[in-house]
């Protein structure tokens, strides 16, 4: 099992940037997979990024705005948002991966204002 615990949303204009955090109870090192969906309001959640032990993969749409990294030190997996645009609006989580179930964070607002 693992507990997770987003941070670093907030409210920011379009064009600016974001960096959120998603930190572990426990280390990181084992779990392959973590990433990143979001839901935006009256929507489905959706995918926005998935971190691996050695690679990372992005939704199409997102490619070049986002980037997500991991630090194993601190337990930590973050989301780098930057260019943002009213309709990244939403809530952002993040989600591990461990012995084929999922878990996942509580999630933090992030809010672009046009």
């Known amino acids: 099992q693992v507990q997770l615990v987003e941070s670093g949303g907030g409210l920011v204009q379009a064009g600016g940037s974001l960096r959120l955090s998603c930190a572990a109870s426990r280390s990181i090192i084992s779990i392959n997979s973590m990433g990143w969906y979001r839901q935006a309001p009256e929507k489905q959640r959706a995918w926005v990024a998935t971190i691996a032990s050695a690679s990372t993969t992005y939704a199409d749409s997102l490619k070049g705005r986002f980037s997500t990294s991991r630090d194993n030190a601190k337990n930590t997996i973050y989301l780098q948002l930057n260019s943002l645009k009213p309709e990244d609006t939403g809530v952002y989580y993040c989600?591990?991966?461990?012995?084929?179930?999922?878990?996942w964070g509580q999630g933090t607002q992030v809010t672009v204002s046009s």
């Open positions: 989600y591990a991966r461990v012995a084929g179930n999922d878990y």
